[in-house]
T-cell receptor, first 110, second 106 residues
Framework: KAGVTQTPRYLIKTRGQQVTLSCSPI?????VSWYQQTPGQGLQFLFE???????NKGNFPGRFSGRQFSNSRSEMNVSTLELGDSALYLC?????????FGPGTRLTVL | KNEVEQSPQNLTAQEGEFITINCSYS?????LHWLQQHPGGGIVSLFM???GKKKHGRLIATINIQEKHSSLHITASHPRDSAVYIC????????FGTGTLLAVQP
């Protein structure tokens, strides 16, 4: 089975722009979670989607949003980018037993 | 105070040594995860525990629910074990510790 894939792998944007990141889960997985990793804050949970519905949400501003499609692929969007949004964004798909992480998208905001 | 605390933050070991990384948490959880992250970012899930002990190869993870504590042990450590090890607890969402940077020297 193919693993979790994320596109793009690297992205450079400027302040004020918006960005959309994509995640394709492992085939058959209906749950997709998104995480942000920064040197200062470490790993933090953004949100989780299950069968196209947001099931849980972390403590991030409304500029961070996401959605899941009927094929379980998920996108996250960040609007009005700030310098502090520079981070590694990871998605994971999973079952009740474990989470499988994608390679991440490294976003740099200039 | 963080809800998930790991110790030590940094650990250097010689090849072959027995390694222990500790994780304490202060919230109610449904499960605890141990993750491994290599340079470059890729994260691998090593264990998910809700009680007792699990073993996979040279890795052993234990959890004491009453004491809210878990340990990850690596036996016969090898330089390829060098990575960041992250403890995370499930509480509707994953809450992560700050990680332990392990360097195993040959």
């Amino acid at each position: 089975k193919a693993g979790v894939t994320q596109t793009p792998r690297y992205l450079i944007k400027t302040r004020g722009q918006q960005v959309t990141l994509s995640c394709s889960p492992i085939s058959g997985h209906r749950s997709v979670s998104w995480y942000q990793q920064t040197p200062g804050q470490g790993l933090q949970f953004l949100f989780e989607y299950f069968s196209e519905t947001q099931r849980n949400k972390g403590n991030f501003p409304g500029r961070f949003s996401g959605r899941q499609f009927s094929n379980s692929r998920s996108e996250m969007n960040v609007s009005t980018l700030e310098l502090g949004d520079s981070a590694l964004y990871l998605c994971a798909s999973g079952t009740d037993d474990t989470q499988y992480f994608g390679p991440g998208t490294r976003l740099t905001v200039l | 105070k963080n809800e998930v605390e790991q110790s030590p933050q940094n650990l250097t070991a010689q090849e072959g040594e027995f390694i222990t990384i500790n994780c304490s948490y202060s919230v109610g959880i449904s499960a605890l995860h141990w993750l491994q992250q290599h340079p470059g970012g890729g994260i691998v899930s090593l264990f998910m525990l809700s009680s007792g002990k699990k073993k996979h190869g040279r890795l052993i993870a234990t959890i004491n629910i009453q004491e809210k504590h878990s340990s990850l042990h690596i036996t016969a450590s090898h330089p390829r074990d060098s990575a960041v090890y992250i403890c995370a607890v499930s509480q509707n969402k994953l809450i992560f510790g700050t990680g332990t940077l392990l360097a195993v020297q040959p």
